[in-house]
């Protein structure tokens, strides 16, 4: 496989549910993150980690959890969610080399739906 | 801080007819620009990029020139088809900042 890839691709949960967001990167980059994807909202930045360690966590509620155990897998658990956190959450990798620039490279998503 | 604005949608036109999405951008520093795409049922893929003033990004018929005088990077294709429906984003990204800053995205239907 190659790119970047999310797993599941759709999530039913209720609200006393927990569950796990699972990303994997093929292309050996350095830098992870989670986006959030509402519908009608602007893309917003969940967390981002660089070789593992969380740089970025955008005031994001404690009911969303993240974890990178290795530099190619990305979690994010979930428990107690609310029906607003119904979304697109889209996984996304980069190489940061503090030279360039690199584009984002994404998966495809998995589709949440908190009832 | 940084941000990116983009021209409001839905843009609707149809097959053949030239597109333009504004996009505008405020940074320090010297960012780097991007434009994604997103097709439905998918997550966002880089259709072009441009590291520097004056560097025109250019990829499946789609350019975008980064103007550092008047802070933008439209994007432009000469005949649009219906394959290109989807929603563009403009973002830009500096270097160690650890993140990227997207605008809202632009929603494109092209109809035949």
Wanted: proline share 5%.
């Amino acid at each position: 496989e190659t790119g970047v890839t999310q797993t599941p691709r759709h999530l039913v949960m209720g609200m006393t549910n927990k569950k796990s967001l699972k990303c994997e990167q093929h292309l050996g980059h350095n830098a992870m993150y989670w986006y959030k994807q509402s519908a009608k909202k602007p893309l917003e930045l969940m967390f981002v980690y660089s070789l593992e360690e969380r740089v970025e966590n955008n005031s994001v509620p404690s009911r969303f959890s993240p974890e990178c155990p290795n530099s190619s897998h990305l979690f994010l658990h979930l428990h107690t969610l609310q029906p607003e956190d119904s979304a697109l959450y889209l996984c996304a990798s980069s190489q940061d080399d503090g030279v360039s620039n690199s584009p984002l490279h994404f998966g495809n998503g998995t589709r949440l739906t908190v009832t | 801080g940084d941000s990116v604005t983009q021209m409001e949608g839905p843009v609707t036109l149809s097959e053949e007819a030239f597109l333009t999405i504004n996009c505008t951008y405020t940074a320090t520093g010297y960012p780097s620009l991007f434009w994604y795409v997103q097709y439905p049922g998918e997550g966002l893929q880089l259709l072009l990029k441009a590291t520097k003033a004056d560097d025109k990004g250019s990829n499946k018929g789609f350019e975008a020139t980064y103007r550092k005088e008047t802070t933008s990077f439209h994007l432009e294709k000469g005949s649009v088809q219906v394959s290109d429906s989807a929603v563009y984003f403009c973002a830009l990204k500096k270097i160690n900042a650890g993140k990227s800053t997207f605008g809202d995205g632009t929603t494109l239907t092209v109809k035949p």
